[in-house]
């Protein structure tokens, strides 16, 4: 079982940024691929970026060269550097957790955190 809990969210400026951070439980945290997503008010739930136990990433064509993730697996903790924000980069931003490869399926990560707002003001 694994918990995770995000942190970092708020109200931005457009053109500003923001980092989000996902700690998490366990102790075979490097074994899991990470993975952000976020959801928009009466939108479904979209992928942002991921990335693998060992740190490939894969972003999204919507976030490329402005979002960032990372990871520490001695803290258990990934992070999500969110620069040059967008009023279209508001959304509820979750964590996401599953054995294995990354994916940009939501459907296949196991564990979610509870989400953490970010809304960008134009």
């Known amino acids: 079982q694994v918990q995770l809990v995000e942190s970092g969210g708020g109200l931005v400026q457009a053109g500003g940024s923001l980092r989000l951070s996902c700690a998490a439980s366990?102790?075979?945290?490097?074994?899991?691929?990470m993975g952000w997503f976020r959801q928009a008010p009466g939108k479904e739930r979209e992928f942002v970026v991921a990335?693998?136990?060992?740190?490939?990433?894969y972003s999204a064509d919507s976030v490329m060269g402005r979002f960032t993730i990372s990871r520490d697996n001695a803290k258990n903790t990934v992070y999500l550097q969110m620069n040059s924000l967008k009023p279209e980069d508001t959304a509820v931003y979750y964590c996401?957790?599953?054995?294995?490869?990354?994916?940009?399926?939501?459907?296949?990560?196991?564990?979610w955190g509870q989400g953490t707002q970010v809304t960008v003001s134009s």
């Open positions: 366990g102790r075979t945290f490097s074994s899991y691929a």
């Open positions: 996401a957790a599953r054995s294995g490869r990354r994916s940009v399926a939501a459907a296949e990560y196991d564990y």
């Open positions: 990335i693998s136990g060992s740190g490939s990433t």
